[in-house]
């Protein structure tokens, strides 16, 4: 089963998405991005 990508609506397949945690109003919510997404955000944590 293919998955869609949080930020840039690309399909991934299964073994090429990572979940992550977003905090918005105080609610948590799990997202799956796609290799590349998922290393721009780090880049982003890490500032």
């Known amino acids: 089963m293919q998955e869609k990508c949080f930020y840039c609506v690309n399909e ?4 090429q998405h990572h979940y992550v ?4 109003s105080n609610t948590e ?3 799956i991005l796609c290799d590349e997404c998922y290393r721009e955000w780090l880049q982003g944590v890490k500032g």
């Open 29 to 31: 919510r799990d997202e």
């Open 21 to 24: 945690t977003f905090l918005s």
């Open 12 to 15: 991934i397949e299964e073994k």
